[in-house]
């Protein structure tokens, strides 16, 4: 059997996320793990809340809780938000946990003894307004590389460039708004990252099949400037995993914390570990996924994620595994998208803009959403949502396209046969071209899937539910029951067949309307299909279904006017 581990971005415990973040990692991963799942291999598909760093202090300082309890109940909404999204996580964890913060230290250690963290004397920006150092994501100013008004002390979200504070053209707390901006020295830990920058050519140039997007980024950040630079792993702050700590090869670093970009990535280790704990499993239950001497060499690892989170995935995190000396599993294949943007401009978790997670299940279920951002995936270039797309998307493939097959098939079959799959006649040449088209399909729809190519599979897979409304159109069971009942009978016992087939095919995009489908065609069997004219044959004469409610109802003309008005503006950030 066929192993695969799946890891989507983490996505930040300060706020309910918005479609763009959605879209841009824990949606794909899901749609591939479904994928997987029905195509037999074990999965094993992680995630987890991000909650350390200054963002959260200031989150929760906000909502006037502790931080530690803010994390806390901001895991549960945004635990709850998946899974009412239908995100099939086989665990969704916190990288404030316990197992988090033993191996997130364990592996600094680790890489302090191999003389790959050093202490570093270094100035940092303080903010006396604030009283505080400022994490470098939390001083803003114009990019000296593109001229990017809102860039952050770390990086360009313009043009991903790697920062330093310093170098920021008028640079400004984004706590306060101040200016008067000091440099302070303070001591810090540094990840060696440049004394395994040739290790990590090799073994990036070796991916020949990674996303052009995903390398492009990758050598960008190994040649830029003088090359790949060492990373401060450690921060001033009260929030996070302790920097000093019993066997720590180093001192001085009382009332630090690791950086969350250090910790957070190492989360999906511990997040696997916590599913074992949590399942009553031993430590070879999760290392048999990421210890290459413990079975995790027969594991294909996938991780997904937002360009933005590339860097840190293809430099610093291997870096922390390769430099640890231990058989870690590093990641085989890295499926990264650009940005979904809003109706003209960006999606803002902190300015609000666009819609947010919860605000979309309030006015429709989750598979209208995870149909349109799929099936326009920012894969190649960014893409763009707007109400007019949407709506045209949902009305002409959910509801004209799938919905209305299942709903014209049903109907008809239960006013002239009841409500059984009827018996009678045989399939002809019109049956034998559409399971011919079908099997072509099919496997267009498998490769573009094999090879996590979402908008090309989604492409597939409603030209596959299109073919069954074309064969419907031409073979007119109406018609023919008039003079040939049997006729008939066999054109709506193949269409039954095919709603039971679109069900199976279509789950990895929209799980609750397929479980619908197969519900009301009264079958327990979602296997994937390995022959489709053995497939179509699953639902013998004499079974019974039922005619399911409306699939998918269409998104009026007011509706839409009503809700791009609603969204116009921005919520609380």
Request: with cysteine.
């Amino acid at each position: 059997m066929t192993r695969t581990l799946i890891t989507s971005a983490l996505p930040y415990i300060n706020g309910i996320k918005h479609l763009g973040n959605l879209v841009g990692s824990q949606l794909p991963a899901d749609l591939y793990a479904r994928y997987r799942r029905a195509r037999g291999d074990e999965v094993m598909f992680v995630c987890a809340t991000d909650e350390h760093g200054t963002p959260a202090e200031l989150a929760a300082a906000r909502a006037g809780q502790a931080v530690a309890d803010y994390c806390a109940q901001m895991h549960e909404v945004q635990a709850d938000l998946a899974r009412r999204f239908g995100l099939s996580f086989d665990h969704f964890g916190r990288s404030s946990s316990p197992q988090n913060h033993r191996l997130t230290q364990h592996l600094a250690a680790r890489l302090g003894a191999a003389g790959l963290i050093e202490v570093v004397e270094e100035e940092q920006v303080y903010s006396p307004a604030d009283g505080r150092f400022l994490p470098d994501r939390y001083i803003e100013g114009t990019c000296p590389n593109c001229g990017y008004d809102k860039a952050r002390g770390d990086q360009c979200e313009e043009c991903t460039k790697q920062l330093e504070p310093t170098a920021l053209i008028a640079p400004r707390s984004a706590i306060s708004g101040a200016t008067d901006l000091e440099v302070r020295k303070t001591r810090h830990l540094f990840l060696r990252q440049s004394a395994l920058r040739d290790r990590l050519r090799d073994w990036i140039t070796s991916k020949s099949d990674w996303p052009v997007l995903t390398t492009s980024i990758a050598l960008k950040w190994l040649d830029d400037g003088d090359g790949l630079r060492d990373r401060g792993i450690t921060r001033d702050l009260d929030w996070g995993i302790p920097a000093q700590f019993e066997g720590a090869p180093w001192e001085g670093m009382e009332g630090k914390v690791f950086y969350v970009w250090f910790d957070a990535p190492i989360e999906y280790i511990s997040a696997t570990a916590e599913w074992a704990e949590a399942n009553g499993m031993s430590e070879k239950d999760w290392k048999r996924w990421w210890k290459t001497g413990e079975g995790a060499e027969n594991v294909r690892y996938v991780q997904f994620m937002g360009k933005d989170n590339v860097p840190f995935h293809t430099l610093s995190f291997p870096a922390t595994l390769m430099g640890s000396g231990e058989d870690w599993k590093l990641v085989d294949y890295i499926k990264s998208f650009n940005y979904l943007n809003y109706d003209g401009g960006q999606f803002s978790t902190s300015q609000g803009r666009g819609v947010f997670m919860d605000q979309a299940l309030e006015i429709l279920p989750a598979d209208y959403w995870r149909w349109w951002l799929l099936s326009h995936a920012p894969e190649n270039s960014d893409s763009e949502f707007t109400w007019e797309n949407f709506q045209q998307s949902v009305n002409k493939d959910l509801a004209d396209v799938l919905g209305n097959f299942v709903s014209r098939v049903t109907k008809f079959c239960r006013s002239r046969f009841g409500e059984e799959v009827p018996e009678g006649g045989e399939n002809g040449p019109a049956e034998a071209a559409l399971i011919a088209a079908l099997a072509e399909r099919l496997r267009a729809y498998e490769a573009h899937m094999d090879a996590i190519e979402i908008r090309k599979a989604a492409s597939e897979l409603r030209a596959i539910w299109v073919l069954g409304n074309e064969y419907l159109q031409e073979a007119a069971p109406w018609a023919a029951f008039k003079q040939d009942p049997a006729r008939a009978a066999a054109i709506i016992r193949l269409a039954l067949n095919l709603i039971r087939l679109y069900a199976v095919l279509s789950a990895p995009f929209i799980p609750e309307a397929a479980g619908r489908m197969l519900a009301a065609m009264q079958s327990a069997d979602d296997s994937w299909p390995a022959d489709v004219e053995a497939a179509l044959q699953a639902l013998a004469p004499g079974h019974g279904f039922r005619v399911p409610e409306l699939l998918f109802a269409k998104i009026s003309d007011e509706q839409r006017e009503e809700w791009q008005q609603r969204f116009a503006g921005g919520r609380d950030a």
